[in-house]
């Protein structure tokens, strides 16, 4: 691995033109550039004794569009360094887990259910109830409602759209990006567009979220950190923390996100429990012959 392609040689080479703060970050990083991809911006600030803007002017001044993607430099700065050695890379894959070749198939389910508890644990903490309530009413009220996402997060829109339709709410979702700009594109004042990006820098669900909402469609987001991209373009955020998930973002993301789902899935009955829960026996009457009898 070349120095100047590295994060602490961009760091160095930068580090005079930095603002004093901004040289406060850097050394932080420097002085402990391994325990930065494990760090949420939160905590990267607190450690480094500065504010959370400072550390993000800091990563933006060496040519990162964010912190998300500072961290990823880093990780991949560490495991060119220890295949150069080498050394097995030792994959920090989450909250403090670390997978390597070693590890027994019989570790892996206590690993995922601690992870998954601390996870949703850490949602809880950025759930807002009086954002829910209002995500809730918005719902109830709209004429339509969209609901865009991609990869990972589809499997997402797919079980919120589902659990809407079973309510009776009026709710389409797409998996093609062409007809999701399309619905965009047409929807109105009285109509909900629903954004989940794990990231919030998803470029196809970001887009089409730009063009809901310029469409004038009231627009709801579901996503992980706060100040990303598709923040932007948000009525409503429903965030789930701020911890970066290094690897395996497809167990995680989806954990979390599906958890929202269930939240907005109860609070729309709990709003109005005997509309609801009518509707649902209704929808479930109606394909109970599909069901084999016990």
């Not at 033109?17 to 939160?42: C, F, H, M, N, T």
């Not at 700065?77 to 989450?94: C, F, I, L, W």
């Not at 594109?185 to 567009?193: K, L, P, Y």
């Amino acid at each position: 691995m070349h120095r100047k392609n590295t994060v602490r040689f961009i760091i160095e080479n930068s580090f005079s033109s930095l603002r004093p703060s901004e040289q406060k970050a850097g050394q932080y990083v420097l002085d402990r550039e391994e325990d930065i991809p494990a760090l949420s911006l939160a905590d990267a600030a607190k450690q480094a004794g500065v504010s959370q803007p400072t550390v993000l002017r800091f990563v933006k001044a060496l040519g990162f569009s964010g912190y998300k993607e500072f961290q990823y430099a880093l990780i991949k700065d560490r495991a060119r360094k220890e295949e150069k050695e080498g050394q097995t890379p030792d994959v920090r894959a989450m909250y403090g887990y670390r997978v390597t070749p070693s590890d027994s198939v019989q570790d892996v389910p206590g690993k995922i259910i601690a992870t998954t508890i601390q996870s949703l644990e850490d949602t809880l903490k950025f759930i807002s109830g009086d954002t829910l309530r209002r995500a809730v009413e918005a719902l109830v009220s709209a004429r339509s409602i969209s609901i865009f996402g991609v990869e990972n997060s589809l499997a997402t829109a797919k079980d919120l759209c589902t659990k809407l339709l079973y309510l009776g709410l009026p709710c389409h979702s797409f998996d093609d990006y062409y007809l999701q700009r399309i619905a965009a594109s047409n929807m109105g004042r009285e109509d909900v567009a629903i954004g989940i990006s794990y990231s919030g820098s998803s470029r196809d669900t970001v887009d089409v979220m730009r063009t809901a909402r310029k469409s004038g469609a009231r627009t709801i987001v579901m996503t992980n950190f706060r100040n990303s991209v598709i923040e932007k373009y948000a009525d409503l955020l429903l965030c789930t923390s701020n911890e970066q998930l290094l690897y395996g973002n497809a167990i995680f993301s989806r954990t979390t996100q599906l958890a929202l789902v269930d939240m907005l899935y109860l609070g729309i009955i709990v709003s109005d429990y005997n509309r609801f829960a009518g509707k649902l026996d209704k929808s479930s009457r109606i394909i109970s012959d599909k069901a084999y009898k016990s």
